[in-house]
């Protein structure tokens, strides 16, 4: 059974950093894309960046480029988000994402099958 558990969440000022984990069990985790995504209040699910199996490729949400960053360690089958320069409209429910059995990226949330249980992420002003 495939599981994706996140941490790393919490409550921060605006500028500063978190970085979030996505462990994965279950199934083969260097063969499969990875997402983030996030949820505000009242707000539907968005995407914030994907990272291909290998790690050779990513993509950000525009809101968030050239402040988080994605990355992988297959070794530990582990998915990463550095989140730097918060700011309050990052404040969110953060997810991790599987999309079994293909490789490259993508940004829809439809192409994801595994989701983990989420991670809070609040920031203040």
């Known amino acids: 059974q495939v599981q994706l558990v996140e941490s790393g969440g919490g409550l921060v000022q605006a500028g500063g950093s978190l970085r979030l984990s996505c462990a994965a069990s279950?199934?083969?985790?260097?063969?499969?894309?990875m997402g983030w995504f996030r949820q505000a209040p009242g707000k539907e699910r968005e995407f914030v960046a994907t990272i291909n199996r290998s790690g050779s490729s990513t993509a950000y949400a525009d809101s968030v480029l050239g402040r988080f960053t994605i990355s992988r360690d297959n070794a530990k089958n582990t998915v990463y988000l550095q989140m730097n320069n918060l700011r309050p409209e990052d404040t969110a429910v953060y997810y991790c994402?599987?999309?079994?059995?293909?490789?490259?990226?993508?940004?829809?949330?439809?192409?994801?099958?595994?989701w983990g249980q989420g991670t809070q992420v609040t920031v203040s002003s």
């Open positions: 994402a599987r999309r079994t059995n293909f490789p490259t990226t993508s940004t829809s949330p439809n192409e994801y099958d595994r």
């Open positions: 279950g199934g083969t985790f260097s063969s499969n894309a």
